[in-house]
């Protein structure tokens, strides 16, 4: 009678626990996608990355974001690069967007 008991409670636990990681799923994948609980930048964006981000958020592309602040496409992306360290993003859409939400720029 007692090991009926405890695999029933056993069964019960296990069930729990799963749905509780399922729950943990799903509030992991919900604050990823709109920037909750990400954590600060590491360091404050410069001006020129500031500026770079706000040029494309305004939808101008590399070439004329270069051309309009006076440097040369590596330096942006050198920049860029920066940025994407400093917000913990991986590529300038995710950057702005970022920095957008954060009130950045």
């Known amino acids: 009678m007692h090991l009926a008991r405890d695999i029933t409670q056993r069964k019960q636990q296990e069930e729990l626990l799963h749905n509780m ?3 943990s799923k799903q509030i992991v994948a919900m604050s990823d ?5 990400r954590p600060a930048p590491i360091s404050p964006l ?3 990355e500031q500026s770079i981000l706000r040029l494309f958020s305004e939808g101008k592309n590399s070439a004329e974001i270069a051309r309009n602040l006076g440097i040369t496409l590596q330096t942006l992306r050198n920049h860029l690069h ?4 400093k917000l913990r993003t991986h ?3 995710e950057a702005v967007t970022h920095a957008m939400r954060r009130k950045l720029i």
């Open 91 to 93: 590529n300038r859409l």
């Open 46 to 48: 410069s001006e020129q």
């Open 82 to 85: 920066h940025a994407n360290e």
């Open 21 to 23: 990681l399922q729950i």
């Open 33 to 37: 996608g709109n920037g909750i609980g």
